[in-house]
């Protein structure tokens, strides 16, 4: 079983995360491959998928909007899991039950499951308006990511590809 780890990331961070998915799949025993959305067009040479975005004012970015629109049909035929990467603080800013809002995404792709992580701020990487809202919702600068609750979840991820393959 082929799977594709494909990530929308604005600043990097995000882009992390999906590494750290598919190192974590691969120790596994997974044949997988960690691909940025704008390189990806083909979902034909894949069994299954996870896909994940960064989140910014409560939104996937574009490219992984316009991704599942383009992919629906081929997301919802195959086992896929999507991810985001936004919350930041303690607490979570914003708050993780209102971080990202998923419905018409989760209702083209029909998902396994769709997992919310905390994120990472760099301010030195930010635009002048990013940083303006960052003051705006008082959100601190840092990384909030939880690497064991990542590696977890490819865990997760990894026994449910395997009993896709015994079934």
Known sequence: ???LVAVASKHGATR????SLGRALAERGVNVEVRALDEVVDLSGYD???LGSAVYM???????????????????GRPTWLFSSGPIGDPPKPDPGKAVELDALLDKV??????????KVDTS??????????????AR????RDWEAIEAWAASIATALEHETVA
Do not use: N, Q
């Open 141 to 144: 600068a840092g990384d909030d």
């Open 58 to 76: 409560g939104r996937w970015l574009e490219p992984a909007r316009a991704f599942v629109d383009a992919h629906a049909d081929e997301l919802a």
């Open 110 to 119: 029909r998902p396994r499951e769709h997992k919310l992580f905390a994120g």
């Open 16 to 19: 992390e995360i999906a590494e």
């Open 48 to 50: 299954a998928v996870v």
């Open 1 to 3: 079983m082929r799977v």
């Open 125 to 138: 990487k930010l635009s002048f308006p990013e940083r303006t809202a960052m003051r705006a919702v008082r």
